[in-house]
């Protein structure tokens, strides 16, 4: 059984394939991730909430260094509890 199947949204956001296909739209990893929503449609509304916290980050490349690994730190922090 594909463990997908049970993901929530921080389930997604702490799949790093999930983040680089939404992030650096890596068409190979979106391939495999629309692949898998088509036999789970189900997932699809979480898959586009997730999708949707991260497109709703700030471009990181706005932000300096110590700005973005703030942000990284308080996105994990929310996740993890």
């Given at each position: 059984m594909d463990k997908?199947?049970?993901?929530?949204?921080?389930?997604?956001?702490k799949d790093d394939d999930f983040i680089?296909?939404?992030l650096d739209h890596?068409?190979?990893k979106l391939s495999q991730w629309e692949e898998f929503l088509r036999?789970?449609?189900m997932q699809e509304a979480l898959f586009?909430?997730?999708?949707g916290v991260l497109q709703g980050l700030p471009n990181e490349q706005l932000l300096s260094e110590a700005e973005a690994a703030s942000l990284k730190d308080s996105i994990w922090k929310?996740?993890?509890v």
């Open positions: 997908r199947i049970l993901y929530t949204v921080d389930d997604y956001l680089i296909a939404v890596d068409s190979a036999h789970c449609p586009n909430e997730a999708r929310s996740v993890l």
